[in-house]
């Protein structure tokens, strides 16, 4: 299974190439309803004041920090895959948002002054809230006016690690030194906060500066509309949108209200949907990974399974026309042997190894046909003939195991279209079986009995039935799975092969009891209306 985008052909299955689904848009249409419907909601009760929830601060930047941390993390696994600088933009604005938040809440008024942290003035969160409303939207610009182009390359010769580090150290740096700046020079800053609680006139140009950076990354992202990522930046843009205009326009920038609160929960939000896209992504893509590897394991076994089971097929197959030659051979040296050699019997003898030599040669050639994509060679065929010829062959080993054969045949059995070859093996398998069934018969006698006879208009029964001591019910159908035998020297394929061949001739093979001993083999073959 290919896990292949479908841009550029050789980019893989990425959120970063892939163009957004009807699905991800209809989703990320309803998260921006729902969204628009809590922010009108929230209006009414924006400026309601929240005594003492600053003790929630810590909880929601560490929640915030550790969602933006993972952003980033798996933002990184991308820009390992795909080498886009584009990426790494985007992965390190995550990482300045994130690390900001540790600052924002250590300064944050009256939340960890009972620990007796120094106090960095006044201002202090309020220009690291800036940091974080100006900075993010940048990198997320950035991102997006690198183009295409960006986002397609990829070096295999890169220094990732390297690359990953020193950008790693080089935002961790700037948030030290801005956090250190703002941390000594709270005097010095330009007075943003009046009180804990209110803004000055000055901080009105800040959610402006916000909202014009939001706006333009919003139009430059759908101008794009590249792929599924730029399709959840915008949403995670609208987002700081309404957070912007919750904490700044309708909340009047007052703190802990519920106007800001509702807007720090905008704010979670944004921090949150690139995350549970990439994860969701993530899991998928490890879901199609993990079932093409299941499919290609699964593939491998079923070949070697099949090389199996065409190797064992072929040993058990060409053993009986082999069999058959060494006994005819043994009978002609016999015959040879004698004072006065029997030329005609040496004849007949060794004529039978030529046929059993060119019948191991077709058995060969038809199993190797029946495995391939190859097409079978049928044509008509005299299924009374074939069993006489199959009967012929196996009455050497019968009389060595004294067992009589028998046949009947139904004189109204027309030709039947099929494969001589492949049914010539399935009614030697079967006798050769039976004949084997009744080895260890001592108490009655060894009865082969073959019947040929027309079961209804459409199809012909053949039977094979011995006198042996039967099967156990729990083995009537397990005798067809591949390497399942009752002989200690079996291999388990050789009803397998049968009940194939039978079922490719559209016919079908099962066994029932032959009262009161033994096993009855039968199968049916569908009658060719042309031979009527």
Same mark, same amino acid.
């Given at each position: 299974m290919?896990?292949t985008?479908?841009?550029?052909g050789?980019?893989?299955?990425l959120i970063?190439?892939v163009?957004?689904?009807?699905r991800?848009?209809?989703?990320a249409?309803?998260?921006?309803?729902?969204?628009?419907?809590?922010?009108?909601v929230?209006?009414?009760?924006?400026?309601?004041?929240?005594?003492?929830?600053?003790v929630?601060?810590?909880?929601?930047a560490?929640?915030?920090?550790?969602?933006?941390?993972?952003?980033?993390?798996l933002?990184?696994?991308?820009?390992?895959a795909?080498?886009?600088?584009?990426?790494?933009?985007?992965?390190?604005?995550?990482?300045?948002?994130g690390?900001?938040?540790?600052?924002w809440?250590?300064?944050?008024?009256?939340?960890?002054a009972?620990?007796?942290?120094?106090?960095t003035g006044?201002?202090?969160?309020?220009?690291?809230?800036?940091?974080?409303?100006?900075?993010?939207?940048?990198?997320?610009?950035?991102?997006a006016?690198?183009?295409?182009?960006?986002l397609?390359i990829?070096?295999?010769?890169?220094?990732v690690?390297?690359?990953?580090?020193?950008?790693?150290?080089?935002?961790?740096?700037?948030?030290?030194v801005?956090s250190?700046?703002?941390?000594?020079?709270?005097?010095?800053?330009?007075?943003?906060m009046?009180?804990?609680?209110?803004v000055?006139?000055?901080?009105?140009?800040?959610?402006?500066?916000?909202v014009?950076?939001y706006?333009?990354?919003?139009v430059?992202?759908?101008?794009?509309?590249?792929?599924?990522?730029?399709?959840?930046?915008?949403?995670?843009?609208?987002?700081?949108?309404?957070?912007?205009? !919750?904490?700044?326009? &309708?909340?009047?920038? =007052? /703190?802990? *209200?519920?106007?800001?609160?509702?807007? #720090? $929960?905008?704010?979670?939000?944004?921090?949150?949907?690139?995350?549970?896209?990439?994860?969701?992504?993530?899991?998928?893509?490890?879901?199609?990974?993990?079932?093409s590897?299941?499919?290609?394991?699964?593939?491998?076994e079923?070949?070697?399974?099949?090389?199996?089971?065409?190797?064992?097929?072929?040993?058990?197959?060409?053993?009986?026309?082999?069999?058959?030659?060494?006994?005819?051979?043994d009978?002609?040296?016999?015959?040879?042997?004698?004072?006065?050699p029997?030329?005609?019997?040496?004849?007949?003898?060794?004529?039978r190894?030529?046929?059993d030599?060119?019948?191991?040669g077709?058995?060969?050639?038809?199993?190797?046909t029946?495995?391939?994509?190859?097409?079978?060679?049928?044509?008509?065929v005299? !299924?009374?003939?074939? &069993?006489?010829?199959? =009967? /012929?062959? *196996?009455?050497?080993?019968?009389?060595? #195991? $004294?067992v009589?054969?028998?046949?009947?045949?139904?004189?109204?059995?027309?030709?039947?279209?099929?494969?001589?070859?492949?049914?010539?093996?399935?009614?030697?398998?079967?006798?050769?079986?039976?004949?084997?069934?009744?080895?260890?018969v001592?108490?009655?006698?060894?009865?082969?009995?073959?019947?040929?006879?027309?079961?209804?208009?459409?199809?012909?029964?053949?039977?094979?039935?011995?006198?042996g001591?039967?099967?156990?019910?729990?083995?009537?159908?397990?005798?067809?799975?591949?390497?399942?035998?009752?002989?200690?020297?079996?291999?388990?394929?050789?009803?397998?092969?049968?009940?194939?061949?039978?079922?490719?001739?559209?016919?079908?093979?099962?066994?029932?009891?032959?009262?009161?001993?033994?096993?009855?083999?039968?199968?049916?073959?569908?009658?060719?209306?042309?031979?009527?």
């Amino acid at each position: 299974m290919s896990l292949t985008g479908n841009t550029d052909g050789d980019q893989p299955f990425l959120i970063s190439v892939v163009p957004p689904g009807r699905r991800h848009k209809r989703l990320a249409v309803l998260i921006l309803l729902a969204l628009i419907s809590a922010l009108f909601v929230t209006v009414p009760f924006a400026h309601i004041h929240m005594a003492h929830t600053e003790v929630f601060v810590p909880a929601y930047a560490a929640a915030v920090f550790v969602n933006e941390l993972i952003t980033t993390t798996l933002l990184l696994v991308l820009y390992t895959a795909q080498r886009s600088t584009a990426i790494l933009v985007l992965s390190m604005g995550y990482l300045f948002s994130g690390l900001l938040v540790i600052p924002w809440s250590v300064t944050f008024p009256d939340v960890f002054a009972q620990l007796g942290l120094p106090d960095t003035g006044l201002q202090s969160t309020a220009w690291i809230a800036i940091l974080r409303r100006i900075g993010f939207p940048l990198f997320v610009l950035g991102y997006a006016m690198m183009g295409d182009k960006a986002l397609s390359i990829r070096n295999p010769l890169h220094p990732v690690r390297r690359t990953i580090i020193a950008s790693i150290a080089g935002i961790t740096l700037l948030v030290c030194v801005f956090s250190w700046i703002i941390f000594t020079s709270d005097d010095a800053l330009p007075e943003l906060m009046r009180d804990a609680r209110n803004v000055t006139a000055l901080w009105k140009y800040v959610p402006g500066t916000a909202v014009a950076l939001y706006v333009i990354g919003i139009v430059t992202l759908w101008r794009r509309r590249h792929s599924m990522l730029d399709l959840w930046l915008m949403l995670v843009l609208c987002t700081l949108l309404f957070e912007v205009i !919750l904490l700044s326009y &309708i909340g009047a920038g =007052l /703190r802990l *209200s519920v106007g800001w609160w509702v807007g #720090r $929960f905008f704010g979670f939000v944004s921090a949150t949907v690139i995350l549970l896209v990439l994860l969701s992504e993530t899991t998928l893509l490890y879901t199609r990974l993990a079932r093409s590897v299941s499919a290609e394991r699964f593939t491998r076994e079923s070949r070697l399974a099949a090389m199996e089971a065409l190797s064992a097929t072929i040993a058990h197959e060409v053993n009986q026309p082999l069999a058959s030659m060494v006994t005819n051979a043994d009978a002609g040296l016999r015959w040879l042997q004698k004072e006065s050699p029997d030329l005609d019997e040496t004849r007949a003898a060794l004529q039978r190894i030529v046929s059993d030599g060119h019948r191991a040669g077709s058995v060969v050639k038809n199993i190797r046909t029946m495995f391939g994509n190859g097409t079978h060679e049928r044509g008509p065929v005299d !299924l009374k003939y074939l &069993i006489d010829d199959v =009967l /012929r062959c *196996s009455e050497s080993d019968a009389n060595f #195991r $004294f067992v009589s054969l028998r046949t009947k045949f139904d004189d109204s059995v027309p030709l039947v279209t099929g494969n001589a070859v492949q049914l010539q093996q399935v009614i030697w398998n079967l006798t050769a079986n039976a004949i084997d069934a009744m080895r260890a018969v001592k108490d009655r006698g060894r009865v082969l009995w073959v019947k040929c006879e027309r079961l209804d208009l459409d199809s012909i029964l053949i039977s094979v039935e011995d006198s042996g001591s039967g099967l156990a019910p729990d083995n009537r159908e397990k005798i067809f799975e591949p390497f399942f035998t009752t002989k200690a020297d079996g291999m388990g394929v050789g009803l397998m092969f049968c009940r194939a061949i039978i079922e490719a001739h559209g016919g079908r093979l099962w066994t029932a009891d032959n009262i009161p001993h033994g096993t009855i083999f039968q199968f049916t073959l569908p009658i060719d209306d042309s031979y009527l």
